[in-house]
């Protein structure tokens, strides 16, 4: 189904998850790929992977909480490809703890990743989209984690919600533009962001999460990504404004995360809410370069 020929997506925080997942897809479905990463590595890993399918991947080294940075990456995206059709808002990280004890640091990663990472994106690939005169397509990634929370879960949750209520404002901006402007909410998706949740140092809480999920299993950014090709495609351009959750049932089965705070273990273990340590250690400097 190459439903995207002709057509060209930059993605944030594509070397990895759900981002990696998408570009796979949108590539499956013939558009080609722009990759902003901080992850330089993983970004080529995926580039290989959509030169599989014959479409063209170019690789641009961006922290999204960079204007100028996020500024060079739509830009790059014009020149190499040719055009900026689609954006995917997908970069994010997570940090948890008390309200006690989290660092400044910590909660301004995190709103300037997860909160003005998407209006740096949305800002840039619209004025490109503007410009081409041809509409455009914007997905921004929220999280199940915008409708609920929990006590190490609030900085992370209030930055989700806000994406959620960003694309009802951006969808009546952009629409006379011919600009769509949508937001997903995934449960708990098998990636190395939700790994930190149980599998590396968060014990019990992802298998617990798993074993609530209706479905039965957690999500695969695969079946993120076929949401967001849905989002992208000729059938959805009626659709804007809206934040659509895709959890397998998780919602309305018991809380996110219940993560006794009091032991110091959780307390340390939720610092980073979502990534194991060793991949903290490596991520952190490169989100410090700015
Ligand atoms: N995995 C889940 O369960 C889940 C659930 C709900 C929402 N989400 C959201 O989906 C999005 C993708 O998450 P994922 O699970 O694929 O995570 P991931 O950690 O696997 O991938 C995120 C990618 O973003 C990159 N990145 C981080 N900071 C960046 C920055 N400042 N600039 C550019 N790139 C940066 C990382 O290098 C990484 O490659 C995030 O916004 C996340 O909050 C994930």
Known sequence: MANLEGQAALITGAGSGIGRGTAVRLARDGA???????DLDGAEETASMVREFGREAHV????????????????????????????????????GGSVLEMPLKDWQDQVDINLTGVFLTVQAASQRMVAQGEGGRIVCLSSLAALTT??????????????????RGWAQDLGRHGITVNAIGPGVIDTPLAHGLAGDNGGPIRASLEERTPAGRAGAPSDIAGLI???VGPDAEFMSGSYIVMDGGLRDAGPLVGTDMSDPANAERMRHVQTSEERNARLQPLIDQR
Request: proline share 0%; glycine share 10%.
């Open 32 to 38: 080609d790929i722009c990759i902003a990463e901080i």
């Open 60 to 95: 641009v080294r961006c922290n999204v909480a960079s204007i100028d940075q996020v500024q060079e990456a739509a830009d790059q995206c014009v020149e190499q490809l040719g055009r900026l059709d689609i954006a995917v808002a997908n970069a994010g990280i997570g940090r």
């Open 150 to 167: 929990g006590e190490a879960f609030w900085g992370y949750s209030a930055t989700k919600a806000g994406v959620a209520m960003l694309v």
């Open 229 to 231: 090709a849905f989002l």
